[in-house]
């Protein structure tokens, strides 16, 4: 098969697929269940460097690996009315989340605001899916998470933070809401994996090598960017140096890095051992608009204030302004009634997950 050989995929096939297999290599049918919707949500937004591609590499292969836990033990070890501190223990780090961004919701329901450090987790999966959550009680909601270090300071060429995303949900009066979801990175490690597996060159000043200069195969990009001891880094949002402003992401991403781990007393920078994709930390931050103003009002100047920007005047020869999570609605529009993209890679990694396991009643898909 050639790798623009497209096969769509029904969403409730592939989720019911992606829970099978997490069910099969140990975790509990609940747990599978968040683990999977995380998944299968980040596809229906097009987000597709965290969605089904990221299945088999980082989870499946490193739960039979023994790199990942199975089992998620979720322990409560400092708590206030507005905070609480959470020991993931290394299990999955989508259960962890999703239940340390309902304790956050919890508290802001009660005192307005929440707050929930983690530390000892892992891969969480779009941050967006956690803002969600939020929007979904008319709250706001903002998350980040550090990873395994992976971009270089300014005018530095050592790989020293995570992409960070730094996530914020706002819920407004139009069909989908304010998600803000990126890394402070210029790209995630996941779509250099994209572009490495569609055979496409990395853009310029994207990742660099350690005499500062830029890398534009994906595969080598991959390669060299290992922790400890790596070759290669992303930089920051913002790119190289200080023309273009690549201090703000390296400051956004510090920012992040602090509110994941010290707060919670986490290993940071490559004091992680996240190369396991393990001991990451994270932040919840629910907020609840009912206290402040009545959820309507705060909608409709919501959603005045983000059709204004899209009604501004635009460049010319472009006849759209987005905000951020429009994009990912449309995607959904146009996918919802076809599932998920699934290239040659993806479904020779499906075909050899279902023969490894034995599961049979997904032969049908290719």
Known sequence: MANNNIV??????????????????GISEDDAKICANVLITADKRGIDSHGIARLKPLYYDRIKSGLLSPKTNVEIVREGPTTAVIDGHNGMGQVIAKKSMTLAIKKASKYGLGMVAVRNSAHYGIAG??????????MMGITGTNSRPSVAPTFGVEAMLGTNPLTFGIPSDEEFPFVLDCSTSVTSNGKIEIYNSTGKSLPESWVIDNKGESILSAYQAIKNIQFPGGEAAILPLGGLGEKNAGYKGYGYATVVEILSTALQGGQFLKTSTEEKNRNIGHFFIAINISAFIDIESFKKITGNILRSIRA???????????????????????????????????????????????????NFLF
């Not at 899916?129 to 008319?138: G, K, P, R, T, V």
Request: a negative charge; proline letters at 3%; one cysteine or more.
């Open 8 to 25: 769509w995929v029904d969403f409730n096939t592939m989720e019911s697929f992606i829970i099978d297999v997490f069910k099969e290599l």
């Open 129 to 138: 899916y956690y803002s969600l959550m939020a929007i979904e009680e008319n």
């Open 312 to 362: 501004s005047k635009k460049v010319p020869g472009q006849n759209k302004i987005y905000t951020a999570g429009e994009k990912e609605y449309l995607i959904w529009l146009e996918r919802k009634d076809k599932g998920v993209p699934l290239n040659e890679i993806l479904q020779n990694q499906i075909i050899a997950i279902c023969d490894e396991l034995g599961l049979k009643n997904y």
